[in-house]
């Protein structure tokens, strides 16, 4: 109970940003947000929603201020009346081109990823990705400004967490099912005992330095 005041408390997205779209003639605003910039493992994801103004969804907010009850229940209610695409980028691209890129090449791909182009996309953050198939505004703190990068980050959330729930079973030892690939001490401890496994992300820090 006090865990579902909290997030009703903290749920302040709202469709401001997305009606001024609307009012200067877009009909189709994605909200687009990533998650996974910091684990040592796993891929970074990206997310971009459409929702519709018709339908809305309440309690909308950065899924890092709510339960994974409320994030888990607010997917279904996102999936069912928005429209969602995802992209993931995995450890060895993150490897290659760094994190941030990595980032902003999911953000770009989740666009694309959408069944049409929207006509503007709002991004969270402070840098648009490049190469986007429409105009584009980066917001810092959107994620609990706007109501669909709101949606955009509970939905990357979620289905970034699932992937490393299974990535827990793939790989024991890790307790990937538990922190999602973050540097944890349990996670570290891990590394220490059984060394990096294929999803860790070896330009990391840790791994650079030759310790975990």
Known sequence: MKQRRADK??????????????????????????????????PVTAAAV???????????????????A?????????????????????????????????SLLA???AVEALNTPPDFALIDGRDVPPGLPCAAQAIIGGDA????IAAASIV??????????????EWPG????????????LHKAAIARLGPCPIHRLSFAPFRNGTP
């Open 70 to 102: 409320t994030r888990e229940a607010l997917f279904t209610e996102i999936a069912a009346k928005g429209e969602v695409a995802v992209a993931f980028l995995p450890a060895d691209v993150i490897d290659r081109i760094n994190i941030r890129q990595a």
């Open 156 to 169: 990357a959330k979620v289905l970034r967490d699932r992937l490393m729930a299974r990535a827990g079973a």
């Open 174 to 185: 890790y307790g990937f099912e538990n922190h999602a690939g973050y540097g944890t001490p």
């Open 50 to 68: 459409i929702l519709d103004p018709a339908r809305p969804i309440a309690g909308l907010n950065d899924s890092k201020q709510l339960s994974a």
């Open 145 to 148: 400004i706007s109501a669909s």
């Open 9 to 42: 408390i903290a749920a302040n997205a709202t469709m401001m940003l997305e009606t001024q779209r609307y009012q200067q003639g877009c009909r189709r605003v994605a909200g687009v947000d990533e998650v996974g910039r910091g684990p040592l493992a796993g």
């Open 107 to 109: 953000m770009r791909r």
